[in-house]
Every structure is written in C-alpha cells, then in structure tokens.
C-alpha cells in the first residue's frame, strides 16, 4: 500500500478544501499534522492572487497580478501572475523540514500544493524529496493535472511506487473526503 495521498483535478474543482477538511478531521483524531495550503486572494470579485496559508495560522503572499518583478528580484511569472519567492520559502520551507526532526511518531504533512508557481524554488524541490523520504511522515498533498509540458517533480511524484494519486472530479469530490481520511489513517500506523 502507498503511503502519501496526492489529489490532483482541475483548477477550482476543491482540492483545497478536500485537503483543509481532512487535516481538520485527522487533526480532531490525534494525528499530529502541519504543512500549508494555498488559497486565492480575490479584491472587488477579482481574483488577484494567491496565498500562502501554513495550518498553524501564518499567511503570505504566494503570486499576486503584477507586470515584472522589483529590481534586484529574480523575475518568476506564471500567467498574470508574479510569484513572491521569497515570502513562499519563508513560510512553506519550514513545514516541510519540521519532518526531519520530529521524532519516531508518525506525522502529516500537507503540501498544497507542488505546481509551476511552487517550482519556481529549487530548496522546495528539495524539501518536497526530502518530505517524501522521511521515515514516519505521510504527505497528503495536491498537484496538477496533465497538461501541456510535463513538470519534472510533479511527475516523479505521481510516479512513485509509495503515491496513491486520487483524482477530484464534481461528482466524487463529496464522498471522497472519508476515503482520503482514512488512507492517511491506515498510512500512519
């Protein structure tokens, strides 16, 4: 059996909140859990952004709408969107190295999710491996779909022999939740 679930679908079919919702419940089960999601930012009905949201409460900048990065940055756009290196490693990069200190129980780590923005980092990249080959800790995280070219780490992800990959659809999105529960659960005995 796999130890990490990956959810993948299209933009906006609720991965994200399938994500908050499990970490909700397995938290509500003892199960120690941390990592960090992503959530839009929308002003005036508009979505402007993204940001980057840790479960113990911390929140950053992941991308916003913008037209070039500040002197000095390294440029990194996706679409309309600039992406905010700096304040994403500062947040998510922590979580996810929490791992390979903690102890001999078993811990979750969410990582919502490993796209273009995201793979902007190369410490991420290796984070993200790292995460994926610590001893005791199950990732429940998201990725993309397939489409136009292949993204290297999405794809050794999805690859694994230790990954079981679920896929969202509207009409499973409801009764998938329990499934993906307790497949951590059964992960983290």
């Known amino acids: 059996m796999a130890r990490h679930v ?7 079919i609720g991965k994200t909140t399938l994500i908050q919702k499990a970490s909700e419940i397995l938290k509500s089960s003892g199960v ?53 290196l700096a304040a994403f490693e500062q947040l998510a990069l922590p979580v996810l190295n929490a791992g390979s200190s903690s102890g001999p129980e078993p811990r979750v780590c969410i990582i919502d999710e490993i796209g273009k923005m995201e793979l902007f980092s190369q410490p991420f990249i290796q984070a993200v491996r790292q995460t994926l080959s610590t001893p005791g800790t199950v990732v429940l995280g998201t990725i993309p ?42 992960s983290c005995q």
Do not use: W
């Open 6 to 12: 990956f959810l993948t679908g299209p933009p906006g």
């Open 32 to 84: 120690p859990v941390d990592g960090f999601y992503t959530e839009e930012v929308r002003q005036g009905g508009k979505r402007i952004g993204f940001d980057v949201v840790t479960l113990s409460g911390l929140r950053g900048p992941l991308s916003r709408v913008g037209s070039g990065s500040p002197p000095g940055k390294q440029e990194c756009q996706v679409g309309q969107y600039m992406v905010d």
């Open 145 to 186: 779909v397939r489409k136009g070219k292949p993204l290297a780490l999405v794809e050794e992800v999805r690859n694994r022999s230790d990954v079981q990959v679920f896929s969202v659809t509207k009409e499973n999105r409801n009764h998938l939740l329990l499934d993906v529960v307790a497949y951590v659960q059964s």
